[in-house]
């Protein structure tokens, strides 16, 4: 049946949320994602505002042969919501910090700011990301690889339960006692496999760090590479750090020092004493003196600062690959793809993260991230605000990937993808050990795939739920 005003006057009387559909005032706004080239056209949205109108969502979606979508801050979307429920979390903001547990709750669309501002007042930190702008949860599904990772390991190893609504419209509380296997799928699986309306998280005896950026001119890339490969070889799991081949456009939201220039910048934060902090970055400094030197001792509610993300929403396109290895190969290919001879660069950022340390221990693999043994993490960024933009912008990536195709790794970071690449390359996420056993999980949590746009584990294509004509 067509869904139609009638049917969602009907949702609306079941839940204290709001119901969207196509023809209202507000439905454009509310299916737009932070990336503002990502299209999508949803049968319902449903802005929810506690685990109860979630619950009620869902059956209603199932009642009605519907597909469901989850979305907190638009961040990181996959398939898009087409002729779909789209669930919204983001009027579910409720933080709850214990000093005493060192824990935080936190409801499904909260954002790492207020997270991070309630934890610091405790003296406390969680394992966010690069951006407090970024959903807490949704970042968590994913892994979670922030500037605490390799002291920690990812956020999705620091989860002591999930509040999550399964297809069949129930709530369960998952952990490793309580539904232990739905835990481990969610944690580091990508969301495909209910609602979760919350979760409670470790938090950790962070509040400064030493950290931030030393700039150097695009000219002393292969030095600077070569040189970074050596120096994290003996980095202290304290010290986590990357890489960042840069071509800043010539824009407002640029600081005015960078506009328009091409630059390499070694970043990353240190969470030991400042001293020892100051001595890793000596050896830096006394090769050669930067353009800027950001590094210092900051309060770690001023995170931000290290990779400076936008906040504003943009039109991009990011992707990933991973390496055990900075060879002499992938060193020339990153320049070249990053610093063309001739022209600018459609890659706004190749940016190396140094994993391993927590992230790499035998007992962190006790969820479904499976990539624990890769060395690094190349996340590629560029803005695409025109069709043709964007094609010499995939045109570069995937020349990039193809020359290093001999010294990559055939995993991803999910984390670091989204739209159809986040769909299709679903496997390549994770082990297929993992991968097999995420199918399990959710063959008897979602037999019949209600929820089908966050990550692909079905077991074989299969019909996909959608509105009756």
């Known amino acids: 049946m067509d869904i139609t005003r009638n049917m969602a006057s009907e949702l609306q009387k079941r839940i204290s949320g709001s119901v969207i559909a196509p023809e209202d005032a507000g439905y454009d706004e509310a299916r737009r994602t932070w990336n503002v080239t990502f299209e999508q056209k949803p049968a319902l949205i449903v802005e929810v505002t506690g685990a109860k109108d979630v619950i009620e969502a869902v059956k209603f979606a199932r009642e009605n ?43 499904a669309g909260t954002k790492w700011q207020r997270v991070l501002e309630e934890a610091q007042y405790e003296g406390l930190a969680p394992l966010m990301g690069s951006s407090t702008d970024v959903g807490a949860i949704g970042y968590t599904l994913g892994g979670g690889m922030g500037w605490l990772a390799r002291k920690y390991g990812l956020s999705a190893d620091s989860v002591n339960y999930f509040e999550v609504v399964t297809a069949d419209g129930e709530l369960r ?12 799928a969610l944690c580091g699986g990508g969301g495909g496999l209910g609602v979760v309306t919350a979760m409670e998280v470790k938090l950790y005896p962070i509040k400064e760090i030493f950290g931030g950026n030393l700039i150097y001119p695009k000219e002393g890339a292969k030095e ?12 202290p799991d304290e010290l986590t750090t990357s890489l960042t081949l840069a071509n800043f456009p010539d824009i407002p939201m640029v600081p005015e020092a960078l506009r328009g220039k091409s630059v390499v910048m070694v970043r990353g934060a240190y969470c030991g004493p400042k001293e020892e902090g100051e001595k890793l970055i000596r050896p830096w400094l006394e090769w050669r003196e930067p353009l800027v030197n950001m590094w210092g001792t900051m309060p770690f509610m001023e995170v931000d600062s290290i990779s400076n993300d ?40 190749c940016e190396t993260y140094h994993t391993g340390g927590a992230i790499s221990r035998p007992e962190r693999g006790g969820n479904a991230y499976s990539h624990r043994n890769g060395a690094f993490i190349l996340k590629m960024i560029g803005l ?52 097999s056993r995420l199918q399990k999980v959710k063959a008897k949590y979602d037999p019949e795939n209600v929820f089908n746009h966050s990550v692909d584990i079905t077991t074989e294509p299969a019909e996909i739920l959608k509105l009756s004509k």
Do not use: C
């Open 65 to 107: 042969k519907m597909g469901i979508a989850v979305t907190a801050t638009g961040h990181g979307p996959a398939r898009a919501a087409d002729d779909a429920m789209l669930i919204k979390t983001s009027r579910m903001t409720q933080v709850r910090v214990s000093s005493e547990s060192r824990t935080a709750w936190i409801e």
């Open 173 to 184: 509380k998952v952990s490793r006692t309580e539904n232990s296997e739905l835990f481990w």
């Open 224 to 235: 600077i590479l070569e040189r970074y490969r050596e120096w994290v070889k003996t980095a």
């Open 310 to 349: 936008p906040k504003d929403p943009i039109p991009a396109f990011v992707t990933n690959v991973q390496f055990d290895e900075i060879t002499d190969k992938v060193i020339d290919e990153l320049i070249k793809r990053a610093f063309p001879e001739n022209g600018m660069s459609p890659l706004l950022f």
């Open 384 to 435: 695409t605000p025109t069709p043709e933009i964007r094609s010499h912008l995939l045109e570069t990536v995937s020349l990039l990937k193809y020359h290093l195709r001999d010294h990559l790794l055939s995993n991803v970071y999910i984390n670091f993808t989204e739209g159809d690449e986040k769909w299709h390359l679903s496997k390549d996420a994770f082990s297929d050990e993992a991968f």
